[in-house]
Nanobody, 116 residues
Framework: AQLVESGGGLVHPGGSLSLSCTAF????????MSWYRRTPGNEREFVAG????????TYGDSVKGRFTISRDNSRNTVYLQMNNLKPEDTAQYYC??????????WGQGTQVTVSS
């Protein structure tokens, strides 16, 4: 089982990026999915989460109103649309799958750099 992220890169402040995380080897549709990030200062921060059916989403305070999490269970993929990016959004972004009683999986991470 694994999670594979993609979509990171370099963007100017105020720009947008979309991250994807695709699951392989387990039942994606019954797992909560989340995005976390690890900053250059090595702090891990919760970014966003989404319920298995997609009906409930939660966001960290620093990204509310700018980031949107979504999922497509037919494609085993969770997305993170990031708008109005700021330099402080620079981090390694990771997706995580979790569900009570099931193994927790993390992706390998994708780098997002916001700089002029």
């Amino acid at each position: 089982a694994q999670l594979v992220e993609s979509g990171g890169g370099l963007v100017h402040p105020g720009g947008s990026l979309s991250l994807s995380c695709t699951a392989f080897g387990f039942t994606f549709s019954d797992r909560h999915m989340s995005w976390y990030r690890r900053t250059p200062g090595n702090e891990r921060e919760f970014v966003a989460g989404i319920s298995p059916g997609g009906g409930t989403t939660t966001y960290g305070d620093s990204v509310k109103g700018r980031f949107t999490i979504s999922r497509d269970n037919s494609r085993n993929t969770v997305y993170l649309q990031m708008n109005n990016l700021k330099p402080e959004d620079t981090a390694q972004y990771y997706c995580k799958s979790h569900q009570l009683g099931r193994p927790v999986y993390w992706g390998q991470g994708t780098q997002v750099t916001v700089s002029s």
